[in-house]
């Protein structure tokens, strides 16, 4: 109540960036108050961080082409200050705009600046997590492509030597630091998915190594993130070494450890590879339980 001119522009940008995600109408309103303040003001810093927020009201309402329409803007205005975790935070979003259309490009682009915005603004952390999700924005298209058509072994091979790439920069920033766990379990999975996608040695150590790190969590994290890792193990052994029983085996961990959890999701996730498998053996009952929900 207190606060007064740019001062005031900022916290209201602050409350808005906060709200963005669970409470649409009080971000629509703070981030309003902020942009027509800053245009009193001549505040070009404020205005454009209003206008980010603008695009976060549109993102986490799910309209990305309203979205990406005010991230634009708000860059026009933003790219010619210096950097700061506001203008690391915006590039962020456009990059995981980008991603969600699979631009690859511009999705590379925009978290190579949101890397660098970070650093420059001290934020050391997120500036690894956005080369992180650089590495992961690779493998979402690939997945992407992959249910369009067959690709090419090149062309994987091509797309999953970039996201080991930034995964390993990643990889070894974390190696002398203490990071939260399931950003390490998260990381070291991601390596391992990498790997068996490349078809190459390497993949089942980073998942155990995941798995190290998994069984140090808390309760319903652990079993969750225990389940999703043993399921991709089981799909590792049946897809890429083409050993039904040990996948066999893996799976049964992976629901051991999922009916544990919450997530209804991944236990589907699951199940469908058990059915697959089952599908491929000739236990046609069997799969088809699977694939109807078990």
Known sequence: PAADGTEKV????????????RNNDSCLQFLESAYYLSEELEYSYGKGVATFNRGNYYYFKSDY???????????????????????????????????????????REYYLHASSSFM?????????????????SYFFKYQTLLRIDPLPKETVDMMMDSA???????????????????????????????????????AEEYFNKALEYADKLTFNWKYTAKGFLYNNLGYYYFHFLKDNDQAYQYLDSAFDNLDRS???DLY??????????????????????????G
């Not at 420059?120 to 992961?136: E, I, K, P, R, W």
């Not at 002398?176 to 070291?188: A, F, P």
């Not at 699951?270 to 088809?288: C, F, K, N, T």
Request: with cysteine; aromatic share 10%; charged share 20%.
């Open 10 to 21: 900022d916290i209201l940008n602050r409350l808005a960036q906060e709200l963005a995600p």
């Open 65 to 107: 082409k309203n979205a990406l329409i005010n991230y634009l803007a708000a860059l026009r205005t933003l790219e010619s200050f210096e950097s700061t975790r506001d203008i690391g935070n915006l590039y962020y979003q456009l990059a995981s705009v980008n991603s969600y259309v699979r631009n690859t490009e511009k999705t």
């Open 120 to 136: 420059a603004s001290g934020d050391t952390l997120q500036s690894y997590v956005s080369l992180y999700m650089l590495g992961s």
């Open 164 to 202: 080991l790439k930034y995964n390993k920069f990643v990889l070894e920033w974390t190696s002398n630091r203490k990071v939260r766990l399931t950003g390490m379990v998260e990381l070291l999975n991601s390596h391992g998915l990498y790997y068996s996608v490349k078809e190459i040695p390497g």
């Open 262 to 264: 919450d997530r209804s």
């Open 268 to 293: 589907s996730g699951a199940l469908l590879v058990h059915g697959m498998i089952d599908l491929e053996e000739g236990r046609y009952a069997s799969a088809e339980k699977c694939f109807l929900g």
